[in-house]
């Protein structure tokens, strides 16, 4: 069931869903939907029995602890002589940057995690504008004017092979890394995190996904089944089938997020 929240004239709505895919043993992907403030979170666990599930669990409780406390902060402890748009940019960094703290201590002291790590993509809407936070190949979308933009750049090998070259759609397809990941959380002590800011219209439709989804469907596939229903929760079951019809290779996780009219 999708949840909705009031954010000054808007009413921001969420929904989700995680699968485990047609190959994988276990799901390793962690989602947040918000019961509390608009914030929402997607996490590609990585290192397979090194805990990749555990890393990406860390990582959204973390990001929905922060946020929760920081939320209750008084003045002398929240930077508010900054301007809001700062504030809020500061907040998202680093709480992700905590949760990559947690994760590196938590395998540096279980041998059995050693090496786990995973993706983050998190979206926060308030006071008209939206905060991504992004590391890794976990993509945000966002939906305007029945056209789809992707918010994040894939901080993947492939990535950054095409920067040095161009490459055609066929070689992107073949290219025998384009799953290897060269930023994430828990590999090192210290992450650099992007942050996008924009603000949001009434209208607007947003896609949080593991690579699950974006590496089985093309954009216009995608885009095809958001518009085509109403119900984000629909929208989002709809995804995770074609996903899986068209090979389910990996875990599958998609938030929805349109912003309404109150």
């Given at each position: 069931?999708?949840?909705s929240f009031t954010v000054g004239p808007h009413r921001i709505r969420f929904a989700g869903r995680t699968d485990i895919g047609m190959v994988r043993a276990h799901n390793e992907d962690s989602l947040l939907i918000p019961s509390e403030m608009a914030?929402?979170?997607?996490?590609?666990?990585?290192?397979?029995?090194?805990?990749?599930?555990?890393?990406?669990?860390?990582?959204?409780?973390?990001?929905?602890?922060?946020?929760?406390?920081?939320?209750?902060?008084?003045?002398?402890?929240?930077?508010?002589?900054?301007?809001?748009?700062?504030?809020?940019?500061?907040?998202?960094?680093?709480?992700?940057?905590?949760?990559?703290?947690k994760i590196f201590e938590t395998a540096a002291n279980d041998p059995s995690k050693k090496g786990m790590g995973c993706t983050v993509d998190a979206a926060y809407f308030t006071q008209g504008r939206f905060y991504v936070g992004h590391v890794g190949?976990?993509?945000?979308?966002?939906?305007?004017?029945?056209?789809?933009?992707?918010?994040?750049?894939?901080?993947?090998?492939?990535?950054?092979?095409?920067?040095?070259?161009?490459?055609?759609?066929?070689?992107?397809?073949?290219?025998?890394?384009?799953?290897?990941?060269?930023?994430?959380?828990?590999?090192?002590?210290?992450?650099?995190?992007?942050?996008?800011?924009?603000?949001?219209?009434?209208?607007?439709?947003?896609?949080?996904?593991?690579?699950?989804?974006?590496?089985?469907?093309?954009?216009?596939?995608?885009?095809?089944?958001?518009?085509?229903?109403?119900?984000?929760?629909?929208?989002?079951?709809?995804?995770?089938?074609?996903?899986?019809?068209?090979?389910?290779?990996?875990?599958?996780?998609?938030?929805?997020?349109?912003?309404?009219?109150?």
């Open positions: 069931m999708s949840i914030l929402t979170v997607v996490s590609d666990g990585m290192g397979g029995h090194a805990a990749g599930d555990v890393a990406s669990k860390i990582t959204v409780e973390t990001l929905d602890e922060y946020y929760r406390d920081t939320a209750k902060s008084s003045p002398s402890t929240f930077p508010i002589r900054l301007p809001l748009l700062d504030v809020e940019k500061f907040r998202m960094a680093t709480a992700i940057k905590l949760a990559n703290a190949d976990s993509r945000v979308y966002r939906i305007r004017d029945q056209r789809m933009q992707m918010l994040t750049e894939d901080h993947s090998l492939a990535n950054d092979y095409m920067r040095m070259r161009e490459m055609t759609p066929e070689e992107m397809h073949n290219f025998p890394q384009k799953n290897v990941v060269v930023r994430a959380l828990g590999l090192a002590e210290q992450v650099a995190v992007d942050v996008i800011i924009d603000e949001y219209r009434t209208g607007d439709i947003f896609l949080l996904c593991s690579d699950g989804l974006c590496g089985m469907l093309t954009d216009p596939q995608m885009l095809q089944i958001i518009l085509s229903k109403d119900s984000l929760d629909q929208g989002c079951a709809q995804l995770v089938r074609a996903a899986n019809d068209a090979g389910g290779n990996d875990n599958i996780t998609a938030i929805l997020v349109r912003v309404e009219r109150p």
